[in-house]
Each structure stands twice: as structure tokens, then as C-alpha cells.
């Protein structure tokens, strides 16, 4: 009789180990663990695995596949559209790659003075250069915190309904409605979107007015939007939210408040947006990061999701101590019943931006903002220059701007595939998302790119539409 031995990686594959943690729980069978789940969305056939491999084939076939991956240090890249190349200072890396962060993520709050007084490092400054007070642990990303803001501002508000700008990251829109949660369920939230004026690329008000009502619980827009426009009209999108008893919410980059004004400035309740560009490398599959901020009040703070880190005097004059806040209304104390499940949270990367922050200062943020805006806005004129080729909204735009190639007669994709012949990522193809804008393609130009590289893209540019 052949003897069953543990799987080297799974213990509990022993089948007298399986059946006791079964009568543990008073199940019969591992198939009634998973009776919820419907049959239809069950595979009922044994997977088509390849031939198992070695660990050191393994590795190689690994190694082989990813070698075919041409990266942003093999190639120029004007690609963004939610994950941006910033640079990223080398103390930056120094610090987060220090073991003492490279453990788990919590422990007793008596062993983590160090971790929790980085993590308040990384709320008060990033709430300095909001201008607000209460700013919560990172989630998962840009989308996430829009969907927990959106929530609390329902809770807040006791309404159902969103006002949302269509020129948005499908993406992120995507994510939203996830939280927003289906028609079908008791906590449903009904997305309205807002129409946006195609010569300007700004929120069209009048849509607005159409949009928002009783039912309103928020408006949300984004400045810059998703397509590099800086949103100017803040002050009467807010007006109008205001007037009709609802919250505003306004997704930012935090890398352009060193040259824009604060969301809060033009009547922000909420702001929101992501944590990557404040030193976070762009990764594959990981990197971004969102954060929520508020006015400190008791309206907003009881109804986050996430973490506080709050500071505090200790028994020794001139000490302070650092530790979690309103914990217990939070998922991780309530678990189901918290106010939302905050899911996957990236707070090593709050590290890296902690850091980033710290190195930069007000001075470091106004020269990158101004380097940008100024890097930006040269790509555009020079690609405005090429035969057939159009920038929309060309004026008032940060970091990302949309480039028109319908008069050439080529499309996105073949103008970005004919830049890989030049080493040149191209841009975010809008065609799918944005039909309205024709064959158009949004360009990302950040404090990485010199006069040369630009020049570099608007040469390419010209030959390719040329060909």
C-alpha cells in the first residue's frame, strides 16, 4: 500500500490531515467548502497544464519569457495615462529597501514606534501639501480611494446617486462602479456621468446642472483630468454640488500642487488621487497607490475606511509616541461590518513617498511642477508643428496631453508601432475609449524628458505619418 506523503509545499495535503481539519469544522467533504459557488462558474475539467518543470528549468523558462519585455530603460517613454515615469531619487530606494522595513507589514503597537512614525510622517506631509488635516493610510490605488470617498460622502449625505465627469480614466470609472456596488444591492449608488465640452475638454456645467439633484451624494472630477486638463472651473463645479446639499470630491496628482492650487482651494470636501508619482517606481501589476484626505472633523473621520496614525505626548516630557487611530470602525477591527473593506493597501509604498516628500520640499515640488508644465506644453508645439497632426485642448493642460493623428490618415496603432522601430514608446491609444476624438493618443512628458528627447519623439513623429 503506497504511503501518503505531504506535498514538500503544502503540510496539509496529507489526506488524515485533510479530514481532521474537516471534522474541526464540522464539514464532510473539501466540495462542500466551495458549494456556494455556482456549478456553471466551476471547471469541471482537468486543467492543461504543460509537463511539470525543475526548479532550475523553471528559471529558465522564466528568465527567457521575461527577456522578451522592452522596458522605459531600454526605450524612450511617453506613455502614462495612471502609471507615470517620475524620477525617483536614489535615497529614496536607499531607505525603503532597509530591513527594517522589509518585514510584516503589522505587529504590536509596542514594537512599532518606527514604522508608525514614518507612516505619520507620510499623512502630514502629504496633508501639507493638500492643505487638509486628516489624511488616511494608502489603498490600493487612484480608483479605490474615489470609491471609498464616493461612499463616504453617501454616508454622509444619506444619498444614492454620482456625479461623475465622463473624461475619466475607463479604468478607474471601472473600479468606481465596483464600489458604487451593483442596482441589485441594498447599498447601491447610481453613477451619473457628466458630459465634457470637446473644444475645451472641461466639464460641460450645464450637464452638470442637469446631473445633480436631491439624490446627489457627491460630485467628483479630476483636475488635471485624465486627458492633462487642468480643470479651471473648480470653484462653480463645487458651487453647484454645495447648493444642492451634496459633497465635492476632486481627484488630484499630488505631483502638480507645486505650480496648481489645492483642491480645498476651490471648495474640495474630499481629495483624493494617487500616491505613485511622489517616488514610487512604475512596477508591472503594482506601484500604484491612492490616498483619501479631509477637513479634520468628525463628519469625515468616522467615516473612512483606512487607518489613522495619530501622535501623542508620553510620560517622559518631550516624547512622543505614535499609534493606530479609530481602528475599531475600520474593517480590520470590524471586519465585516467595518464601513468598507479597504482590501489590499500599499503602505510600504507610503515609505517611499514619506521619503520622497521629505527630499523634496515646497521648493522641489515647484521646480518639478514648473519643469513639466514647461517640458510638456514644448512637446506639444513641436508635435503641433507635424503635417496632419493636431494637440487638443492645447492650452491649460499638465504632464499629459491628447495628440490627434486622424489627418494623417494612420492610425494609433500604427503610429505606435512604427515608434518601437525608434525606441520610442508612443501614446495611450483613445481611439476605444474616446471615439469622439478620432485617431488620438495621449503623450505623457514629465521632469525625465530633456529637450533631446522631445525632439527626438517629434522627429520619429514626422518620419512615421510621413511613411
Known amino acids: 500500500m ?6 514538500r509545499y503544502m503540510a496539509n495535503s496529507v489526506p488524515a490531515i485533510k479530514q481532521e481539519m474537516l471534522d474541526s469544522i464540522g464539514v464532510g467533504s473539501v466540495e462542500e467548502l466551495f458549494s456556494q459557488i455556482p456549478a456553471e462558474h466551476r471547471l469541471s475539467r482537468p486543467l492543461d497544464l504543460p509537463p511539470a518543470l525543475s526548479e532550475s528549468e523553471l528559471r529558465r523558462h522564466l528568465v527567457e519569457t521575461l527577456a522578451k519585455n522592452q522596458t522605459t530603460e531600454q526605450n524612450l517613454n511617453f506613455l502614462g495615462a495612471g502609471t507615470w515615469q517620475h524620477h525617483v531619487p536614489a535615497a529614496v530606494d536607499e531607505v525603503v529597501r532597509r530591513n527594517e522595513w522589509l518585514t510584516s507589514v503589522f505587529g504590536e503597537p509596542s514594537s512599532d514606534h518606527g514604522r508608525n512614525q514614518a507612516w505619520f510622517e507620510f499623512s502630514s ?12 493610510m494608502p489603498v490600493r ?12 460622502a453617501s454616508r454622509i449625505t444619506g444619498r444614492d446617486e454620482v456625479a461623475v465627469v465622463r473624461a475619466i480614466d475607463p479604468e478607474r470609472l471601472s473600479v468606481i462602479r465596483n ?16 458630459e465634457f465640452d470637446p473644444e475645451t475638454g472641461l466639464m460641460d456645467l450645464d450637464s452638470l446642472r442637469q446631473v445633480v439633484g436631491e439624490r446627489t451624494a457627491a460630485v467628483y472630477f479630476e483636475t488635471p483630468s485624465y486627458l492633462g486638463v487642468i480643470e479651471h472651473q473648480g470653484a462653480e463645479i463645487s458651487a453647484i454640488a454645495h447648493a444642492a446639499g451634496a459633497e ?3 481627484g488630484v496628482d ?3 500642487l507645486g505650480v496648481l492650487a489645492s483642491p480645498v482651494d476651490y471648495g474640495a470636501d474630499i481629495v483624493i488621487g494617487t500616491t505613485q508619482p511622489l517616488g514610487v517606481h512604475m ?13 479634520d472633523e468628525e463628519r469625515y473621520a468616522h467615516q473612512y475606511p483606512t487607518l489613522f496614525i495619530s501622535i501623542t505626548d508620553t510620560v517622559k516630557e518631550g516624547e512622543y509616541g505614535f499609534g493606530v487611530a479609530l481602528f475599531e470602525q475600520t474593517s480590520y477591527g470590524l471586519r465585516e461590518k467595518g464601513k468598507d473593506w479597504t482590501g489590499h493597501s500599499v503602505y510600504m509604498w507610503a515609505i517611499a513617498n514619506a521619503a520622497y516628500m521629505a527630499l523634496m520640499g515646497p521648493e522641489g515640488f515647484k521646480d518639478v511642477g514648473e519643469l513639466i508644465l514647461q517640458r510638456a506644453h514644448y512637446a506639444a508645439r513641436r508635435i503641433a508643428a507635424i503635417e496632419g497632426v493636431q494637440v487638443a485642448f492645447p492650452t491649460g493642460f499638465f504632464k499629459e496631453f491628447v495628440v490627434d493623428f486622424t489627418g494623417t490618415g494612420r492610425s494609433v496603432a500604427e503610429v505606435n508601432r512604427a515608434l518601437r522601430e525608434y525606441g520610442i514608446f508612443g501614446g495611450k491609444d483613445l481611439s476605444r475609449d474616446f471615439p469622439e476624438f478620432g485617431q488620438s493618443a495621449l503623450f505623457c512628458v514629465t521632469e ?16 512615421v505619418v510621413a511613411a
Request: glycine fraction near 12%.
Open 248 to 250: 465635492t470630491i476632486v
Open 125 to 136: 506631509q502629504l496633508g501639507e501639501l493638500l492643505k487638509l488635516d486628516l489624511v488616511g
Open 141 to 152: 490605488s487612484w480608483g479605490v480611494a474615489a470609491g471609498h470617498a464616493i461612499r463616504m
Open 179 to 194: 464600489y458604487c456596488e451593483p442596482v441589485e444591492m441594498p447599498s447601491h449608488i447610481k453613477v451619473r456621468l457628466v
Open 2 to 7: 503506497k504511503e501518503h506523503v505531504a506535498h
Open 448 to 463: 525625465v524628458h530633456n529637450q533631446a528627447d522631445l525632439l527626438r519623439l517629434a522627429d520619429a513623429l514626422t518620419e
Open 254 to 256: 499630488p505631483i502638480s
Open 283 to 295: 512596477n508591472t501589476g503594482g506601484g500604484v497607490g491612492g490616498f483619501i484626505a479631509t477637513r
